[in-house]
């Protein structure tokens, strides 16, 4: 079976979990939470590439405050299905120095990339360090870090949709699938 072979048959065969008016309605719900906690900070929202592109462009429409927009790429899976070491690729491009930072990401899974990313902002001297996931995964375990604004909460199932990839592909499936071929 080919690679695109194999793309089609997981996404044919996924449980959705949440559909797309389900996920809609939680970044609104989010949107909210975030407006009264930051909208007088002037904050910078930090989206995770490439999983918080979606969630980000998303939620972005629904915080009616001045921010300012950057990026940074961590990354523990290299299109691969389970994570290794974290591997920096792109660092933000403005300081973030005495500033609110907001880091936006598609899923709180190990917490191990987030709370790298979070002790990054603090290392760089961000005033102060807020997180949101689109989903936070049940692991059944303590994580490093939590979350602080959560859309939606999900079993422990490899799921994608909404940025949240199967090997680099269906990010952008239109709600947020689990394979049935794992459990992890």
């Not at 999983?51 to 939620?59: E, P």
């Not at 009616?64 to 990026?71: G, V």
Request: aromatic letters at 8%; glycine letters at 8%; charged letters at 25%.
């Amino acid at each position: 079976m080919n690679q695109i072979d194999d793309i089609r048959r997981v996404a044919a065969e996924a449980e959705l979990l949440f559909s797309a008016t389900e996920v809609e309605a939680a970044i609104s719900q989010l949107g909210q939470e975030i407006t009264q906690c930051l909208e007088d900070a002037n904050p910078i929202v930090l989206t995770v590439l490439n999983g918080g592109i979606i969630f980000a462009g998303k939620l972005l429409t629904h915080l009616d405050f001045p921010l300012e927009l950057d990026s940074v790429q961590a990354t523990r899976y290299q299109g691969q299905t389970q994570g290794s070491h974290i591997e920096w690729l792109l660092k933000p491009a403005l300081p973030l120095r005495e500033r609110s930072v907001l880091i936006v990401d598609d899923v709180l899974d190990e917490g191990i990339t987030l709370a790298a990313v979070a002790a990054y902002c603090r290392a760089e001297g961000a005033r102060e360090v807020h997180t949101a996931v689109l989903v936070d995964k049940d692991l059944g375990i303590d994580k490093p870090c939590q979350a602080d604004f959560v859309g939606l909460k999900a079993p422990n199932r490899y799921l994608f949709g909404y940025g949240m990839d199967y090997k680099r592909y269906l990010r952008n499936a239109a709600g947020i699938f689990a394979c049935r071929f794992s459990s992890t």
